[in-house]
């Protein structure tokens, strides 16, 4: 049987299938049985909840990770606490209603009122009181725990979707592959699996339904296809094929270290696209001339309470020492969309993309802006730190948040507590009712940066993660290039910096492009470096120019494609990005 998706990362991989579904508790009200019986089932749930938190406890205290050690330690308290424990005993005795519904009855009754009080550290227990339920509910159903990040053996994980959490803690040793219902190209679990150099295919409709656990499959990332049943031969063939594929990447891995210049003399910006200070992040940050995108929202993900404003100022530190004067561009929260966040209970929204999402988000929820942006500028004095705020719509938008900045600063300033008063302040240009105001954004913007996974999600009004949507999710729609062409002159009219750090900068066909309209700055994810170097050496800016007249002036995002195929030579197979 053969299966087709969206390629969100390219490669290949041949191996067991691993179904993985986030558990989502459904819970009746009548009891399964008499009071007695459903107080044994707790216990047992209980019990079983226990062993899977102290042996969480006991696997980051012995990798030397104390802040998921204290974490699960202190979960363990909550589960084990007594007062809390009563109560649900006393529920359950009463016969009213199944054990199931009393736990979660009373863990949510203790969880809304820490939320209502002031305290912002006993706040931050709601989080882990929803964690702790929706763990015990499992073990209520008896349903095994799935940790993607410590997987029983190498796997091509399969999923209806994968949020970004669940990519970044990737257990990456054991992952081949990736498949996903959901998600295309730019989702945000695509980016990951590209920095990770692990395949994906995302996009895949009935796909979990359609295999099952430990069959053989054989993941095409190249083509966007899935195979399952094959036969012999095919297994070798794709083998094949695979260590091709391996060895083509092994060359262009050659130009890492080039100087990233064009044949007329041109020297292009390559920079790096980072998510936290991770050692295997920065891996690559000697052969960059910067970080052009650091997402700080990935700080955030995977734990019960937001970071404080250390535990950033730490994270933001290492990185601009690691990047050793050269600039860091960091993004201020970007979360909503297809990134939720345990640690703040955000409403569901019926449009995420178009909703209360990063910059908005932040207006929302001033304290937490606030410790970011304190925070930011306290790292500032060890770096090169450019600060960058996401989803700007309006001039309003821009303005609220540099005010934001000056009242940081203000107070910093009171405090005698030392900061770059020099620091750039720029945008993401990533809606288009902004970037048609780049005129006049480029006077108040120290500095800007292209987005064009949103950006091109909104100029062509297709989701980014939507399947049913990604042929209208147009990366080559000549709009998107008279869009950016509009962005970069006025950018380049004031003397302003304007890169792009969307997936566009490392696809291969669209970064000529790109240059070719004026573009000097092009960050991308670790894997793309080498291939955009071998791009950039192999194509005379002149030539690059000629393209971005043509394409401008064609009509549709297939005549672009068609083009750029025919008049672009690359030495690599695949072309990468978005
Ligand atoms: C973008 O939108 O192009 C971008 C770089 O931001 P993100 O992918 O994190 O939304
Ligand atoms: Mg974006």
Known sequence: ??????????????????????????????????????????????????????????????????????????????????????????????????????????FEQYAAMFEGLDDPIIQERAADLRDICVRLLRCW?????????????????????????????????????????????????????????????????????????????????????????????????????????????????????????????????????IASAAPQELEAVKYTDGAGLFR?????????????????????????????????????????????????????????????RALRLCFRHPEIFHT???????ASSFGQLWLMFPMVSSMEDLRRAKACLERAKEELRSERVPFREDLKTGMMIEVPSIALLADQAAKEADFASIGTND????????????????????????????????VARYFAAQGKPVGVCGEMGGNLLAATVLIGLGIRQLSVGAASVAAVKQMISSTSCEKAEELAKTVCGLSTAGEVYQYLREKVTLSHSFIGGS
């Not at 955000?346 to 909703?355: A, D, Q, T």
């Not at 999600?457 to 950016?484: C, E, K, M």
């Open 141 to 273: 159903a008896d349903l095994p725990e799935q940790n993607l990040s410590a997987l029983p053996e190498p796997v091509i994980i399969v999923a209806h979707d994968l949020l970004p959490s669940d990519t970044a803690t990737l257990d990456r040793k054991n992952t081949l592959g990736i498949l996903t219902e959901t998600g295309g190209g730019t989702s945000h679990s695509a980016i990951i699996a590209r920095a990770y150099e692990i395949p994906a295919v995302l996009g895949v409709s009935g796909i979990v339904s359609a295999l099952k656990n430990r069959q053989e499959v054989i993941l095409d990332a190249i083509n966007g296809k899935v195979l399952t049943n094959f036969s012999l031969e095919t297994r070798s063939t794709y083998e094949s094929k695979r260590q091709e594929y391996l060895q083509q990447q092994a060359y262009t891995k050659q130009f890492i270290a080039r100087e990233p210049v064009t044949p007329d003399n041109v020297r292009i910006l390559v920079e790096l696209n």
């Open 372 to 378: 970011q942006l304190r925070a930011a500028l306290r």
């Open 296 to 356: 700080s929202e990935f700080l955030y993900m995977g734990r019960s309470a937001p970071p404080t404003e250390e535990e950033q100022f730490q994270a933001y530190r290492k990185v601009l020492m690691a990047y050793n004067h050269r600039p860091v561009i960091l993004r201020t929260l970007d979360i909503g969309g297809d990134k939720p966040l345990a640690c703040l209970d955000l409403p569901k929204e019926e449009n995420p993309f178009l909703g209360e």
């Open 1 to 106: 049987m053969k299966y087709t998706g969206t390629t969100g990362s390219a490669g290949i991989a041949i191996g067991k299938v691993y179904l993985y579904q986030r558990f989502q508790p459904e819970i009746t009200m009548e009891p399964a049985g008499p009071p007695d019986c459903e107080l044994l089932h707790y216990r047992t749930a209980q019990n079983a909840a226990r062993k899977e938190l102290e042996a969480l406890r006991t696997r980051f205290s012995e990798t030397g990770n104390s802040e998921q050690t204290a974490i699960f330690a202190a979960q363990l308290e909550i589960l084990l606490d007594e007062t809390i424990d009563e109560e649900i005993r006393n529920g359950i005795s009463s016969g009213e209603c199944s054990g199931a519904w009393v736990i979660h009855s009373v």
């Open 455 to 486: 950006l091109i999600q909104y100029l062509t009004a297709a989701d980014r993660g939507n399947p049913a949507v990604s042929d209208y999710y147009q990366a080559y729609h000549p709009a998107v290039f008279r869009l950016i062409r509009y």
